[in-house]
């Protein structure tokens, strides 16, 4: 079994490129994969139905006020929450300042980091270094039209 944690944007999301980013990145994994996620719209959601779709768990963190309190830092908190579900790989789509807090916190705890650029219709998926001294490297690359 392998535990992903998907994160990324919440507009602007192109369903075909998470799909053929997760369906190209499940080659190498080994399953059954279960996918953690913090149940927002966009990226997670379908990252969601993705796994749903092919025979996967998905694993949602929504934030949770008696967990992650009722500021603006809750998702940073439900972030860490996440994190502590021990995922093998952290998969970053194109996000905002959730998406950096998850990788911040990721690389800080050693998790390897899938870096994922989007560019008319076409994927590269870098795997960042264990520490920010280190290089990315060019792990995957795809099309999704």
Do not use: C
């Not at 799909?19 to 499940?26: Q, T």
Request: charged share 25%.
């Amino acid at each position: 079994m392998t535990r992903i944690l998907v994160a990324g944007g919440r507009v602007r999301v192109s369903q075909r490129a998470v799909e053929a980013v997760l369906d190209r990145l499940a080659t190498t994994l080994s399953k059954p994969i279960v996918v953690i996620h913090g149940n927002a719209k966009g990226t997670d959601t379908i990252a969601d139905h993705w796994a749903r779709d092919r025979g996967h768990t998905p694993d949602p963190y929504p934030v949770d006020a008696k967990l992650d309190g009722y500021s603006e830092l809750a998702p940073k908190m439900r972030n860490h929450r996440m994190l502590d579900q021990g995922p093998e790989i952290v998969v970053a789509f194109p996000g905002g300042p959730g998406t950096r807090h998850m990788t911040e916190i990721a690389q800080k705890a050693r998790v390897p980091i899938y870096d994922v650029e989007l560019d008319d219709g076409v994927f590269r998926v870098f795997r960042w270094g264990k520490s920010p001294k280190e290089k990315a490297e060019l792990i995957a690359t795809g099309s999704y039209t």
